[in-house]
Protein backbone atom coordinates (compact mmCIF):
# COMPACT_ATOMS: atom_id res chain seq x y z
CA UNK A 1 0.00 0.00 0.00
CA UNK A 2 1.09 3.55 -0.10
CA UNK A 3 0.26 6.15 2.84
CA UNK A 4 -1.87 9.12 0.98
CA UNK A 5 -5.53 9.03 1.07
CA UNK A 6 -5.69 10.10 -3.06
CA UNK A 7 -5.03 7.56 -5.72
CA UNK A 8 -3.75 8.42 -9.35
CA UNK A 9 -5.10 7.06 -12.32
CA UNK A 10 -7.19 8.61 -15.25
CA UNK A 11 -10.60 10.40 -15.99
CA UNK A 12 -11.37 7.01 -18.13
CA UNK A 13 -11.91 6.27 -14.44
CA UNK A 14 -14.94 8.33 -14.47
CA UNK A 15 -16.02 7.03 -17.34
CA UNK A 16 -18.38 3.24 -18.09
CA UNK A 17 -16.06 0.66 -19.63
CA UNK A 18 -17.79 0.25 -22.96
CA UNK A 19 -17.39 3.41 -24.39
CA UNK A 20 -13.21 3.16 -23.65
CA UNK A 21 -13.27 -0.47 -25.84
CA UNK A 22 -10.64 -0.44 -28.66
CA UNK A 23 -8.48 2.21 -27.34
CA UNK A 24 -8.00 5.69 -26.90
CA UNK A 25 -9.02 6.61 -30.48
CA UNK A 26 -11.97 4.65 -30.53
CA UNK A 27 -13.18 6.14 -27.28
CA UNK A 28 -12.32 9.50 -28.32
CA UNK A 29 -14.44 9.37 -31.38
CA UNK A 30 -17.53 7.42 -29.99
CA UNK A 31 -17.76 10.35 -27.45
CA UNK A 32 -18.01 12.84 -30.46
CA UNK A 33 -21.48 11.74 -31.02
CA UNK A 34 -24.27 13.82 -29.07
CA UNK A 35 -26.10 10.60 -28.43
CA UNK A 36 -23.42 8.28 -27.22
CA UNK A 37 -22.39 11.36 -25.34
CA UNK A 38 -25.76 11.67 -23.44
CA UNK A 39 -25.64 7.97 -22.40
CA UNK A 40 -22.44 8.71 -21.08
CA UNK A 41 -22.75 11.59 -19.11
CA UNK A 42 -25.80 9.76 -17.73
CA UNK A 43 -23.61 6.69 -16.53
CA UNK A 44 -21.19 9.06 -15.26
CA UNK A 45 -23.87 9.94 -12.45
CA UNK A 46 -25.41 6.62 -11.67
CA UNK A 47 -23.87 4.13 -9.46
CA UNK A 48 -23.01 0.92 -10.77
CA UNK A 49 -21.99 -2.90 -10.07
CA UNK A 50 -20.30 -3.49 -13.42
CA UNK A 51 -17.69 -1.04 -12.95
CA UNK A 52 -15.83 1.13 -10.64
CA UNK A 53 -16.88 5.02 -11.16
CA UNK A 54 -14.27 7.16 -9.47
CA UNK A 55 -16.09 10.12 -9.71
CA UNK A 56 -19.00 9.10 -7.43
CA UNK A 57 -16.17 7.56 -5.38
CA UNK A 58 -14.68 10.51 -4.18
CA UNK A 59 -17.86 11.99 -3.61
CA UNK A 60 -17.45 15.22 -5.60
CA UNK A 61 -15.43 17.02 -8.27
CA UNK A 62 -14.20 18.90 -5.90
CA UNK A 63 -12.01 15.78 -4.60
CA UNK A 64 -10.88 15.16 -8.58
CA UNK A 65 -7.37 16.77 -8.77
CA UNK A 66 -6.30 17.41 -12.38
CA UNK A 67 -2.52 16.89 -12.93
CA UNK A 68 -1.49 14.93 -16.47
CA UNK A 69 -1.65 17.07 -19.50
CA UNK A 70 -0.13 16.27 -23.43
CA UNK A 71 -1.52 19.32 -24.69
CA UNK A 72 0.29 22.76 -23.91
CA UNK A 73 -3.25 24.43 -24.25
CA UNK A 74 -4.55 22.68 -21.20
CA UNK A 75 -0.99 22.31 -18.79
CA UNK A 76 -2.43 25.70 -17.14
CA UNK A 77 -5.31 23.77 -15.93
CA UNK A 78 -2.64 21.28 -14.14
CA UNK A 79 -3.25 21.59 -10.55
CA UNK A 80 -6.70 22.75 -10.68
CA UNK A 81 -10.02 20.28 -9.71
CA UNK A 82 -12.56 18.87 -11.87
CA UNK A 83 -14.81 21.25 -10.66
CA UNK A 84 -12.94 24.40 -10.62
CA UNK A 85 -12.46 23.90 -14.55
CA UNK A 86 -16.25 23.00 -14.67
CA UNK A 87 -16.78 26.14 -13.24
CA UNK A 88 -14.55 27.87 -15.55
CA UNK A 89 -15.79 26.26 -18.71
CA UNK A 90 -19.54 26.76 -17.81
CA UNK A 91 -20.04 22.91 -18.13
CA UNK A 92 -21.55 20.11 -15.96
CA UNK A 93 -17.95 18.20 -14.55
CA UNK A 94 -18.74 14.99 -16.71
CA UNK A 95 -19.17 17.24 -20.18
CA UNK A 96 -16.05 18.56 -18.94
CA UNK A 97 -14.10 15.44 -18.08
CA UNK A 98 -15.24 14.19 -21.93
CA UNK A 99 -13.84 17.19 -23.57
CA UNK A 100 -10.77 17.25 -21.59
CA UNK A 101 -9.89 13.83 -22.87
CA UNK A 102 -11.17 14.76 -26.07
CA UNK A 103 -8.88 17.98 -26.14
CA UNK A 104 -5.56 16.50 -25.00
CA UNK A 105 -5.34 13.54 -26.60
CA UNK A 106 -5.07 10.72 -23.57
CA UNK A 107 -7.18 9.74 -20.39
CA UNK A 108 -5.45 13.00 -19.00
CA UNK A 109 -3.81 12.16 -15.04
CA UNK A 110 -5.82 12.38 -12.65
CA UNK A 111 -5.73 12.36 -8.31
CA UNK A 112 -8.90 11.12 -6.75
CA UNK A 113 -8.79 11.61 -2.90
CA UNK A 114 -10.94 8.54 -2.11
CA UNK A 115 -9.36 6.78 1.45
CA UNK A 116 -9.90 8.11 4.83
CA UNK A 117 -6.80 8.71 6.88
CA UNK A 118 -8.17 6.37 9.43
CA UNK A 119 -8.87 3.60 7.32
CA UNK A 120 -5.00 4.34 5.92
CA UNK A 121 -3.28 3.82 9.90
CA UNK A 122 -5.18 0.66 10.64
CA UNK A 123 -3.89 -0.90 7.71
CA UNK A 124 -0.49 0.15 8.29
CA UNK A 125 -0.90 -1.63 11.36
CA UNK A 126 -1.66 -4.96 9.77
CA UNK A 127 1.26 -7.02 9.62
CA UNK A 128 1.07 -8.73 6.56
CA UNK A 129 0.56 -5.31 3.98
CA UNK A 130 3.47 -4.45 2.51
CA UNK A 131 4.57 -1.17 0.67
CA UNK A 132 5.08 0.49 -2.40
CA UNK A 133 5.10 3.45 -3.98
CA UNK A 134 3.00 2.71 -6.79
CA UNK A 135 4.22 5.22 -9.14
CA UNK A 136 6.44 5.02 -12.07
CA UNK A 137 10.13 6.64 -11.23
CA UNK A 138 10.75 10.31 -12.65
CA UNK A 139 13.65 12.34 -12.79
CA UNK A 140 12.99 16.01 -11.38
CA UNK A 141 14.04 17.76 -14.60
CA UNK A 142 13.60 18.15 -17.70
CA UNK A 143 10.11 17.70 -19.11
CA UNK A 144 9.04 15.83 -16.09
CA UNK A 145 8.60 19.10 -14.86
CA UNK A 146 5.81 19.87 -17.10
CA UNK A 147 3.29 17.26 -14.93
CA UNK A 148 2.46 17.01 -11.59
CA UNK A 149 3.21 13.27 -9.87
CA UNK A 150 1.33 11.89 -7.31
CA UNK A 151 3.45 12.67 -4.20
CA UNK A 152 3.80 9.00 -3.38
CA UNK A 153 6.68 9.32 -6.03
CA UNK A 154 9.03 10.15 -3.73
CA UNK A 155 7.24 10.80 -0.43
CA UNK A 156 5.75 7.54 0.03
CA UNK A 157 8.80 5.45 1.81
CA UNK A 158 10.38 8.56 3.83
CA UNK A 159 6.18 9.37 5.01
CA UNK A 160 5.84 5.64 6.37
CA UNK A 161 9.24 5.79 8.13
CA UNK A 162 9.33 9.63 9.37
CA UNK A 163 5.46 10.34 10.14
CA UNK A 164 3.40 6.97 10.89
CA UNK A 165 6.96 4.59 12.17
CA UNK A 166 9.09 7.62 13.84
CA UNK A 167 6.65 10.62 14.47
CA UNK A 168 3.37 8.73 15.59
CA UNK A 169 4.94 5.48 16.53
CA UNK A 170 1.91 3.01 14.55
CA UNK A 171 4.70 0.58 14.08
CA UNK A 172 8.04 0.00 15.18
CA UNK A 173 10.93 1.34 12.86
CA UNK A 174 12.38 -2.08 12.38
CA UNK A 175 8.80 -3.39 11.15
CA UNK A 176 8.48 -0.61 8.89
CA UNK A 177 12.00 -1.34 7.23
CA UNK A 178 11.74 -4.89 7.04
CA UNK A 179 7.62 -4.26 5.57
CA UNK A 180 9.13 -1.71 2.43
CA UNK A 181 11.90 -4.60 1.94
CA UNK A 182 12.31 -7.76 3.28
CA UNK A 183 8.69 -8.21 3.20
CA UNK A 184 7.98 -7.41 -0.29
CA UNK A 185 11.09 -9.36 -1.56
CA UNK A 186 9.46 -12.32 -0.12
CA UNK A 187 6.32 -12.17 -1.15
CA UNK A 188 7.98 -11.54 -4.86
CA UNK A 189 10.16 -14.50 -4.21
CA UNK A 190 13.12 -12.60 -4.83
CA UNK A 191 15.84 -14.51 -3.13
CA UNK A 192 17.95 -12.97 -0.37
CA UNK A 193 16.81 -9.41 -1.34
CA UNK A 194 15.68 -6.67 1.43
CA UNK A 195 17.71 -8.01 4.24
CA UNK A 196 21.26 -6.62 4.73
CA UNK A 197 23.86 -8.25 6.26
CA UNK A 198 21.90 -11.80 6.48
CA UNK A 199 23.91 -14.66 4.95
CA UNK A 200 22.01 -17.30 2.73
CA UNK A 201 20.95 -19.73 5.67
CA UNK A 202 20.15 -16.76 7.83
CA UNK A 203 17.89 -15.10 4.77
CA UNK A 204 16.20 -18.98 4.92
CA UNK A 205 15.33 -18.40 8.02
CA UNK A 206 12.99 -15.30 7.13
CA UNK A 207 10.81 -17.42 4.57
Known amino acids: MYTYTAAETGLDATMPLWVQE????????????????????????TPSKEWENNLLAAGSPDNVLLVGF??????????????EVAKLRGKSPEETA???VIEDGSRVGTVY????????????????????ADESPQAPEGIFLKSNPHPRAYGNF???????????????LTEAVRRLAALPAQNLSLDHRG?????????????
Open 98 to 100: IDL
Open 158 to 172: ARLLGKYAGDEKLIP
Open 22 to 45: GGYDAWAGRMKDPEIRKRVIREMR
Open 113 to 132: FLMSEENVRREITLPWVSFG
Open 195 to 207: LSGQSSESADRFR
Open 70 to 83: KNDALKPLTGKTLA
